[in-house]
């Protein structure tokens, strides 16, 4: 996770928490009274202080992007947490789980310190692969690095001992700047500081991109692109493969 003290630069700037993905992530905590936050970032989706007794996120990067008043947090890995056994009623852990190094230590962990439920926002790469135009059509190298880390949701939701799948629409105008979220708004993928934010296409290097990314932007020149993608043009959310995997213990 130490690549996040890299990665993590631009997040204040382009990943902002989304309200209408953050209403389904506190909807998935449920009544949960405490939250501890794995692989926190610089916070994102959070409820807010003191409702979030601890954050837990390994790059100091991350970490110095906390916005004052944060729940307090500690530098430590989801596969070793800081933590007594049923430290809180509900553990969180949003788009982290493929940067682990041992997941199914990770996730032993999670359940070790839930005292109710777990929530893991992840992808399914299937989906991703297929729907997402970016990767499908311009940025095949973007989607075969993704290959090699994402985790098959009946994985994540085996080690975790069972849970429940709810797909999670991305809004058209999503403020969180994460992998599929400027799919209406394509122009954004050629911003280096966007892809800067975005993993997946940071860690693949602009190298392998330039031949996709210098198709896209002859095809946004040209119209090509709103001529080939015009029912996106349409539609306000778009399941790109998004899904919080609920676990009650």
Known sequence: ????????????????????????????????EDVINVGAGPGSYEPASPR??????????????????????????????????????????????????????GLAELRRVARRRVVVLTWDQQVFREHFWLVRDYLPQAAAYDDTRAVPTERLAALLGGARLETVPVPHDCTDGFGAAYWRRPHAYLDPEVRAGISMLAQTGDDALAPGLAALTDDLATGRWHARYADLLTRDTADIGYRLLVTDL
């Open 52 to 105: 979030t007794l601890l954050a837990v996120e390994p790059s100091r990067t991350m970490l110095a992007q906390r916005p004052p008043g944060s729940a307090p947090a500690v530098c430590a890995v989801a596969e070793r947490l800081p933590l007594r056994d049923n430290a809180a009623d509900a553990v969180m852990a949003l788009l982290t789980v493929h940067h682990w190094t041992d997941l199914a230590a």
């Open 1 to 32: 996770m130490a690549v996040y003290d890299t990665l993590g630069t631009t997040y204040a700037r382009t990943r902002r928490p989304d309200t209408r993905i953050a209403a389904r992530i506190h909807a998935a905590l449920g009544d949960a």
